[in-house]
């Protein structure tokens, strides 16, 4: 049997428990339905020694400051997860887990979310499931006759893992150099860290508080008509957290130019030097898990739905929410998603009451 709600939100990660946190405050009908099987959406599968980049106070969702982790200044994933189960029940919110959203299709003048555990109908819907299902692995020659191991940051959780092994870890943000510094700064692990361009470390003396006012403040520009400021991308690339600065300050982050190829043993360089390699940690970003949506056949360029704010430009009645600056300044970050969030819901409340 079909059940029924004004508002289906797909994704009970942060930014559908921000939406959910909203849309309750303006007493509108809603659910949450979660592929997890447990809060705390994709902070429950990250690596171990994984960090915010901010302080807890900095890294909240609306209404509920986040508690400070004790001797940590910034939270691990762990504490994340704890903090964002903690609020799906501080405000019982009516989140569904295990029920995954297979295709949000028009029915009428509603929408059919089909999950695996069941169909609902909605007058409107709040996409917010988010990138981490959908890691992105560029493609590279040779990269069907390497015999090691190849993995995204998705599957990377621990040093232990590659004990006595060398590792070539490809990518210059911040999980490209979260992820060297932590195989180098553990000793038995021979690293080599590949990226596209110099690696950029911002300031020490930055974290996510900055570049949080610095993306809101682009996007303030923008919306005026003013010059793009060039937002966080003009700072840096990556955000010189404790052991990422511990690892450069060591001398144990050193980037090399790409490699052009994947040999059966390893890579090879543009100067025809090879190195051996056991395995390869791929961080190389995440696309817009968004193949929920695609029966309503809004894709646009590099695979995202344009957007008005967070609305979608050619169905009104869809919010999508947290994939990013083009759903919202920061709205990918925990601190960042609660205005594009409250936007949202008030749009959606005016819209169920006309």
Same mark, same amino acid.
């Given at each position: ?9 797909v994704g009970g990660g ?7 946190? =909203? +849309? ?14 447990? /809060?705390?959406?994709?902070?429950? =599968? ?13 890294? %909240? ?17 762990? =504490?994340?997860?704890?903090?964002? %189960?903690?609020?799906e029940k501080r405000y ?33 819907? !709040? ?5 981490? %299902?959908? /890691? ?8 069907? !006759? ?5 993995? =995204? ?34 000793? #038995?692990? *021979? ?7 110099? /690696? ?6 930055? #974290? ?34 404790? /052991?990422?600065?511990?690892?450069? #300050? ?14 059966? *043993? ?6 025809? %030097? ?9 961080? *190389? ?12 056949? +809004? ?20 919010? +999508? ?12 970050? +925990?601190?960042? !998603? ?8 008030? #749009? ?7």
């Open positions: 049997m079909t059940q029924r709600a004004d508002v289906v939100v942060q930014s559908g428990l921000a939406a959910g946190y =909203h +849309l309750r405050r303006l007493g509108v009908d809603f659910v949450v339905l979660d592929a997890q099987s447990a /809060p705390g959406g994709a902070w429950q =599968h990250t690596w171990d020694s994984l960090r915010l980049f901010s302080p807890a106070a900095h890294s %909240s969702l609306p209404g509920r400051l986040m508690p400070a982790q004790q001797g940590e200044t910034y939270p691990d994933a762990g =504490h994340v997860v704890d903090y964002l %189960s903690d609020y019982e919110l009516p989140v569904q887990h295990g029920a995954q959203a297979q295709a949000v299709r028009r029915d009428g003048g509603r929408f059919r979310v089909e999950t695996e555990a069941g169909d609902w109908s909605a007058r409107a819907v !709040v996409s917010a499931t988010g990138t981490w %299902s959908r /890691p992105f692995l560029p493609a590279v020659p040779g990269q069907d !006759v390497f015999t090691g191991r190849r993995l =995204h940051t998705v599957a990377y959780r621990r040093p232990a893992d590659f004990a006595g092994q060398r590792v070539v870890v490809v990518g210059g943000g911040n999980s490209g150099a979260q992820i060297a510094a932590d195989l180098a700064l553990a000793g #038995d692990v *021979t690293v080599t860290w590949a990226t596209q361009r110099p /690696p950029r470390f911002l300031p020490d003396d930055i #974290d996510g508080r900055t570049l949080f006012d610095v993306a809101t403040a682009r996007r303030r520009a923008l919306d005026a008509g003013r010059s793009d400021t060039g937002g966080v991308a003009s700072l840096g690339d990556i955000v010189a957290v404790p /052991p990422v600065r511990a690892a450069r #300050d060591a001398g144990l982050l050193h980037a090399k130019p790409m490699f052009t190829r994947l040999t059966a *043993t390893g890579v090879q360089w543009a100067d025809g %030097s090879r190195s051996d390699a056991d395995a390869i940690i791929w961080c *190389t970003g995440f696309r817009p898990a968004l193949a929920h949506l695609a029966p309503l056949g +809004l894709r646009g360029p590099r695979g995202h739905i344009p957007t008005a704010g967070t609305r979608a430009v050619a169905e009104p009645r869809l919010h +999508l929410l947290g994939y990013g600056d083009w759903t919202g300044p920061a709205s990918a970050t +925990l601190i960042g !998603v609660g205005r594009p969030a409250r936007d949202a819901a008030r #749009d959606i409340a005016q819209q169920l009451s006309s």
